[in-house]
């Protein structure tokens, strides 16, 4: 793979679809305005960052079906380079709506696909190839996945003398955070 300084993963991207209404009804029919798609998750907003601020980096992402197949055409036209990882289960959807009068957001998160096993090793064998100097890994991980699923990343990486800054939370997060003494 290309050289770059900083690669960012995304193991449970979201196409997330945003849209406005007025009134919100129990058991009535909400009319929303024309939906917004927005390419989602930790470590593409990650990249879509570092691009606005005139930067760039390797974007990896998970992809899969017609909801992946937008995904990429919405990191694409931010012109951000990207290495994606097709999946056979599509790739999750969030919902988020904004009510008009109230000003109130309502955010819907989905839970991402499950992986058949050569995807879970794609995902590795991917990261084994980078040639980074910092992998930002950002977001949560897909159903069921081992929770020590980015702790078998980090070591991936460290092998290879990568900087890894984690962004996750919950049994993931604790699985990967081993204190530093200086």
């Known amino acids: 793979m290309k050289a770059h300084v900083i690669t960012t993963l995304t193991i449970n991207p979201s196409l997330d679809k945003s849209t406005h209404f007025t009134g919100l009804i129990p058991e009535k029919k909400i009319r ?7 390419a989602g998750g930790g470590g593409i907003n990650v990249s879509k960052a570092i691009s606005k601020l005139g930067g760039n980096s ?31 289960n599509w790739t999750r959807e969030n919902f988020i709506a904004f009510e008009n009068v109230s000003k109130a957001q309502y955010r819907f998160g989905f839970p991402g696909n499950a992986f058949l096993e050569e995807e879970k090793q794609k995902i590795l064998s991917t990261i084994s190839e980078l040639n980074t100097s910092y992998l930002v890994i950002s977001g949560s ?22 900087k890894v800054i984690m962004d996750t939370s919950g049994e993931a997060l604790v699985k990967c955070w081993k204190p530093v003494y200086i």
């Open 141 to 162: 991980l897909n159903e069921g996945l081992e929770s020590d699923f980015y702790q078998k990343i980090i070591e991936i990486a460290k092998k290879s003398n990568v």
């Open 32 to 38: 929303c305005e024309t939906p917004r798609y927005d």
């Open 58 to 88: 390797l974007c990896v992402f998970t992809s899969g079906g017609s909801s992946g197949a937008l995904l990429e055409e919405l990191v694409a036209n931010q012109k951000i380079e990207s290495y994606i990882i097709k999946t056979k």
